[in-house]
Structure formats: structure tokens, C-alpha cells
């Protein structure tokens, strides 16, 4: 939400003070304090791993061999998740 307004920042000055708010809103509510390190695995649900394929920005994945090679069990991938999100531990 915050990333579509950038844009207009500029064009419309009114808005600086809701990104001020959404961002001090955003950096509250995502703070590594809130948030619980899991384990992602290879048993991790389909919609994680599709998130992690889609959305990894340090190494590219090239396809679901890609991902389930680095998700091995000799292997360690976490990520930082919203405890109210989780659905199962």
C-alpha cells in the first residue's frame, strides 16, 4: 500500500504526512521483536515456497529443482512471519 503511494509523494505534498504515518506504522508493527523466525522446508505449504521462489532478491530461483535443492536437509532457509498469520507450527 505504502509503495503505491510513493509515486505521487511528489506530485501531491498532502500526503507526506500519511507516509510519515504509515511508515512509523509499518516499521511498529513489522519490528523483529513481533515477528517469529521459522524454519522454511521442503514440508513448508506450496504457497510459502511460491512466495519464496517469487520473491527471493539475493539468489534467483529457476525452478521448483532450484528450490527444493536449496530447502535440503542439509540445508537452512528462515524467514520472519506474523505471529497472528501463522496457521500451524
Do not use: Q
Not at 506474523?82 to 500451524?88: F, V
Amino acid at each position: 500500500m505504502r509503495a503505491d503511494m510513493l509515486p505521487y509523494l511528489k506530485a501531491d505534498k498532502r500526503l507526506h504526512a500519511l507516509d510519515v504515518e504509515m511508515e512509523y506504522m509499518f516499521s511498529t508493527w513489522f519490528d523483529v521483536g513481533f515477528l517469529d523466525l521459522r524454519r522454511i522446508s521442503w514440508d513448508s505449504p506450496a504457497s510459502l515456497i511460491e512466495k519464496l521462489i517469487k520473491y527471493e532478491a539475493v539468489h534467483d530461483i529457476k525452478s521448483w529443482a532450484d528450490v527444493k535443492n536449496r530447502l535440503d536437509s542439509d540445508r537452512r532457509c528462515y524467514g520472519f512471519f506474523i505471529p497472528a498469520c501463522l496457521t500451524s507450527r
